[in-house]
């Protein structure tokens, strides 16, 4: 008699999900043993922040959608479990994955755990120590609550066990962020193509010397209109001595009119696609960023980048990337963006950052379905 296949759903809800997911979705529906079924929650619905993720990183549309949209965390969190839990029960998944440290990644784990669903978390055991960071609360609670806890670099073990986790949980796998930019690397859109596109053929002269590449849309620095400010006074500076691309996230843009602040010499633009990113870090100089992703992706591709935060969840990519942790502080980051565009910090490309993370992780997740299915 056959056996019926083993139940994997999995969870994404906003942009950095997408990369994290799109590869172990495609290792996972090459095992006959699973149906592996998609939900998107729709904390993120902007065609340029989901729908162009989904097309260039060749996952097929979701099986189901939550459309929760925009609102405070309580209630953004509350919406997704509200909306999961009746699909939960409907569904009776034999693993619920999730990934990263979104809202949406508690809100599904929270759901699902309740209804004593395992949890697998990809990415787990990042912290910042930073509670502060809606990030942060998500991690060490998504972590607390899942059965399959899998790391991408070596000091999320160490994080998990002082927080009480029993390392039997705990596999490290490596980075399906860079399995996706691997992915996307042949795709990538040369950064000339997008800025004659977006800004005209006049534009392109001004990318001779190369180019810096900004993002942010950290609460922490967008919406502190001091330090926002500050920020934008050094990108002023940087971007006379060198030109500075900068797409801008839906939560930016709005900080931005607020303090009605215009930045003549930026070549500011719209959030930009997943492969005109990847073509926009792989040739950039340097990278000015909050965000998480950036600092991995710059790190697998050896480009120098700077962090504009006090602190980072993913210390190895500065241990062993080019990434530097430089703080708000807007002398500082012109001078260390002076430095950076002087003379590249060498790095190497961490353990486990190769093309193949989700390879090993759909392998895992399997033996791990079928040793649970033999118990039962
Ligand atoms: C969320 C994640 C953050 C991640 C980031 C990537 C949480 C707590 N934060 O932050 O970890 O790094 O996504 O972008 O989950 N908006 C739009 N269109 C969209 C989505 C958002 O206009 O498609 C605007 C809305 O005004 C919304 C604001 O952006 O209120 C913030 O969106 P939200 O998903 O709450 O948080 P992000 O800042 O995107």
Same mark, same amino acid.
Request: one cysteine or more.
């Given at each position: 008699?056959?056996?019926?296949?083993?139940?994997?759903?999995?969870?994404?809800?906003?942009?950095?999900?997408?990369?994290?997911?799109?590869?172990?979705?495609?290792?996972?529906?090459?095992?006959?043993?699973?149906?592996?079924?998609?939900?998107?929650?729709?904390?993120?619905?902007?065609?340029?922040?989901?729908?162009?993720?989904?097309?260039?990183?060749?996952?097929?549309?979701?099986?189901?959608?939550?459309?929760?949209?925009?609102?405070?965390?309580?209630?953004?969190?509350?919406?997704?479990?509200?909306?999961?839990?009746?699909?939960?029960?409907?569904?009776?998944?034999? $693993? &619920?994955? @999730?990934?990263?440290?979104?809202?949406?990644? /508690?809100? %599904? #784990? *929270?759901?699902a755990s309740k209804l004593h669903i395992p949890v697998a978390h990809i990415e787990a055991g990042l912290r910042s120590y930073d509670r502060r960071m809606p990030e942060e609360i998500n991690r060490v609670l998504v972590?607390?609550?899942?059965?399959?806890?899998?790391?991408?670099?070596?000091?999320?073990?160490?994080?998990?066990?002082?927080?009480?986790?029993?390392?039997?949980? $705990? &596999?490290? @796998?490596?980075?399906?962020?860079?399995?996706? /930019?691997? %992915? #996307? *690397?042949?795709?990538?859109?040369?950064?000339a193509e997008q800025v004659e596109r977006r800004f005209g053929r006049e534009a392109l002269p001004r990318l001779s010397g190369g180019y810096a590449v900004l993002t942010l849309h950290r609460p922490s620095n967008v919406d502190e209109p001091k330090t926002f400010a500050g920020i934008l006074d050094a990108v002023e500076t940087i971007s006379s001595e060198c030109p500075v691309i900068f797409p801008v996230h839906p939560r930016t843009a709005g900080r931005i009119a607020d303090l009605g602040r215009t930045l003549p010499k930026v070549l500011m633009t719209t959030p930009v696609s997943y492969r005109e990113m990847v073509g926009l870090i792989r040739d950039a100089r340097l990278v000015l960023t909050d965000s998480g992703g950036l600092q991995e992706e710059t790190t697998a591709l050896g480009v120098p980048c700077l962090t504009l935060r006090e602190n980072t969840e993913r210390p190895i990519t500065v241990e062993e990337g080019t990434n530097r942790v430089v703080g708000t502080d807007p002398a500082r980051i012109v001078e260390e963006a002076r430095a950076a565009m002087g003379g590249r910090k060498a790095g190497r490309v961490p353990e486990g950052w190769d093309g193949a993370a989700a390879q090993r992780l759909a392998a895992h997740l399997l033996g791990w379905l079928r040793a649970r299915k033999a118990l039962a």
């Open positions: 008699m056959v056996s019926p296949p083993m139940r994997v759903l999995c969870i994404v809800g906003a942009r950095p999900n997408f990369m994290k997911m799109a590869p172990a979705l495609r290792a996972l529906r090459t095992y006959r043993e699973l149906t592996v079924t998609l939900v998107h929650t729709g904390q993120h619905y902007d065609a340029e922040m989901s729908e162009s993720f989904f097309e260039q990183l060749g996952v097929p549309q979701p099986d189901h959608r939550l459309e929760v949209g925009s609102a405070t965390h309580a209630v953004q969190t509350a919406r997704v479990m509200e909306r999961l839990e009746p699909l939960l029960m409907e569904l009776t998944p034999d $693993v &619920v994955v @999730v990934c990263g440290d979104v809202n949406s990644t /508690l809100a %599904a #784990a *929270l759901a972590d607390q609550i899942s059965e399959i806890l899998y790391t991408t670099e070596k000091s999320a073990k160490a994080n998990l066990q002082r927080e009480g986790i029993d390392e039997d949980k $705990v &596999v490290f @796998v490596g980075n399906l962020m860079i399995d996706s /930019l691997h %992915a #996307a *690397l042949p795709h990538a859109v040369p950064a």
